[in-house]
């Protein structure tokens, strides 16, 4: 068996991941825009990052800052602009009755608040800044930035506990194994080359900006041209039509069910977790990471082809 026929057993495989993560991604940012979960985090991060009554209570009276701070976390946006919030903190930081706002009174306001971590954070940067206030508030927005890209791993982190479980709770339903995928994959040409023609039309048709477009906003996924080929992949999954040709997919096979030994029936039950597990692990990766290893590998695929 040539390095080509195992390349197309990859790029097959790795279709498949891709349409299975692809289908999760939808649930997942579909789940998170029906909850605004991106919205509540947001504002726990920011409840933990201003923890300053006053200050949350001055910053409340802006109106580009209202949702953050009015105890509606359901309401809360996806994004604040870390510039925006850097200048109104220092600003509510200002003495209102004074002509000249400079950096010292700023610094002497700072060191009046009550205890709290908000507190040593901006003396901390207030010691480290010049004569500017326009310093001040570059600093104080660059850390809010980087603290709200920390804080924010949390969310991707349970993100992907949340993705892992439906990808295992799919393969499970469709029953995605992996290790049968790959057999059959290796042992049917037919079927090879069903999946990696689609694999290179997908390669040549489908846009990283247009794919991206695709997973982030579910609603465009059933309406943009774009998506069709997308679409196609996870419809072909799901059975809806035979573009990837006969996958071993879903409960059809019910060999498990059939006159065998004990010991056999013990084997095959673990083949299919194992395959399973293997499946559930591989979407877990995402849907970015195969469409990025789809496109590599169907360059080498045109590489490999020879010539007419």
Not at 96 to 119: F, G, M, R
Not at 185 to 194: F, G, Q, S, T, V
Not at 224 to 239: E, F, I, R, Y
């Amino acid at each position: 068996m040539d390095l080509t026929t195992w390349l197309d057993v990859a790029i097959g495989l790795t279709l498949i991941y891709l349409g299975v993560s692809l289908f999760v991604t939808i649930i997942n940012e579909y789940i998170a825009q029906k909850m605004n979960l991106r919205g509540r985090d947001l504002y726990d991060d920011l409840q933990q990052l201003i923890d300053n009554p006053a200050i949350k209570q001055k910053l409340l009276q802006y109106p580009a800052l209202k949702p953050f701070f009015n105890n509606q976390p359901q309401e809360t946006p996806s994004y604040i602009d870390t510039k925006v919030l850097g200048q109104l903190l220092i600003g509510s930081l200002s003495n209102a009755d004074s002509t000249e706002n400079s950096i010292k009174q700023i610094k002497v306001t700072i060191d009046q608040l009550p205890d709290s971590a908000l507190k040593m954070q901006l003396q901390s940067i207030a010691r480290t800044v010049g004569d500017k206030t326009e310093d001040m508030v570059t600093a104080v927005s660059d850390w809010m930035d980087r603290s709200l890209t920390m804080m924010g791993g949390t969310y991707k982190r349970n993100l992907q506990i949340i993705s892992f479980c439906i990808g295992l709770a799919l393969t499970v339903l469709f029953n995605i194994n992996t290790i049968t995928l790959t057999e059959h994959i290796y042992r049917d040409k037919e079927l090879r080359n069903a999946l990696t023609a689609y694999a290179i039309q997908l390669n040549e048709q489908t846009s990283r900006e247009a794919f991206e477009k695709c997973s982030k906003q579910p609603e465009l996924f059933l309406e943009v041209p774009a998506c069709k080929h997308l679409k196609g992949l996870t419809d072909a999954l799901q059975g809806r039509n035979d573009s990837l040709g006969k996958l071993p997919l879903g409960w059809n096979d019910v060999s498990l069910l059939s006159e065998r030994t004990a010991i056999e029936i013990v084997l095959a039950t673990l083949q299919h977790i194992a395959g399973w597990l293997l499946t559930a692990l591989a979407i877990s990766l995402g849907a970015p990471f195969w469409f990025d290893l789809l496109n590599k590998a169907v360059s080498v695929r045109h590489g490999m082809r020879k010539p007419e």
